[in-house]
């Protein structure tokens, strides 16, 4: 991409001239991007903004670009991005946080309030940046929650979060492999767990969207099929959830009836699936009987 020239440019003329480059590069939504580029280069929201760009706006603003255009994610250029109504810290070497996911979040928000239980034990699974935890967190202030992540790049981002994301909340962090950590823990000694985990099949691994394929592979790779994780969540870490605990797992959109099944085959209870706001499935609920087996 050639370098803009964009220093003594009134902003709406320099922010069309940044949604045309990045249009050139590609790059989904262009408009939206070109905006949060203005407001992370200049301080200002380029609507309402007046001034001309001096030179270093300008520089900023061409460099933030460059950046885009060659399909860096633009949570990692802004180094943070919202999530429900607090913002994380991201960046290279964690998956960034998406509004799909909010509906995970808000779906075992929902469980745990209708339960009664005001201090429930809430474990988040293959945290990443810890949004999945930190949401459970900030709507039910009285949950003990753990997140728990293997990723050494991962963790740096999700102890920061647990420090800085709620001001005054308090969540554990532990580093872990789920595929095997199970084992370390009492049965029947969790009320809720909830996960992000990677589910991407092999063949989706092979066609990635620029912007996915600069996110870390570990958080994203779910086996040949996509359900390595799922089978062990459904699996082994059913007895860590006490009688009547839930499960509440994000899918992608055409995994709906492969997750149910295996909730079925593992004797799981009262399986659904709710949508993202773009209309796709996204979150299977399952529930561990209340007798014992």
């Known amino acids: 991409m050639a370098e803009l020239q964009l220093t003594g440019l009134a902003p709406r003329a320099a922010l069309r001239a940044v949604r045309e480059a990045l249009e050139q590069a590609d790059v989904p939504d262009a408009a939206f991007d070109a905006r949060e580029l203005y407001r992370l280069a200049v301080g200002k929201d380029p609507r309402l903004d007046t001034s001309p760009l001096t030179a270093a706006e300008a520089a900023a603003l061409a460099a933030l670009t460059a950046r885009r255009a060659g399909r860096e994610p633009l949570q990692y250029i802004a180094e943070q991005w919202d999530f429900l109504d607090f ?36 474990l988040d699974l293959c945290a990443g940046t810890g949004c999945l935890g930190l949401g459970i967190k900030r709507f039910v202030p009285g949950a003990r929650v753990t997140c728990w992540e293997k990723s050494p790049e991962a963790l740096a981002y999700l102890r920061r979060n647990a420090r800085q994301a709620l001001p005054g909340a308090e969540v554990a962090v532990r580093e872990g492999d789920v595929l095997t950590d199970w084992q370390t ?79 079925a085959e593992n004797g799981w209870v009262n399986g659904s699936c709710r949508q993202d706001y773009g209309g796709n499935d996204r979150a299977v609920l399952l529930q561990k009987p209340r007798n014992r087996e």
Request: charged content about 15%; overall charge negative.
């Open 185 to 263: 823990l009492p049965p029947e000694s969790a009320d809720l767990i909830v996960s992000n985990p990677p589910y991407l099949t092999g063949a989706e691994m092979q066609a990635l969207m620029p912007e996915t394929a600069r996110e870390p592979a570990m958080a994203l790779d779910g086996g040949a099929d996509g359900l390595v994780f799922y089978r062990c969540l459904t699996g082994p870490w059913k007895q860590i959830l006490r009688p009547g605990g839930w499960l509440v797992l994000e899918i992608g959109y055409e995994q709906r009836e492969a997750v149910l099944a295996l909730g």
């Open 87 to 122: 913002t994380l810290a991201v960046g290279p070497g964690v998956l960034c946080p998406r509004a799909d996911t909010e509906v995970v979040c808000e779906a075992a928000v929902e469980l745990l309030q209708a339960s009664g239980n005001s201090t429930p034990t809430v």
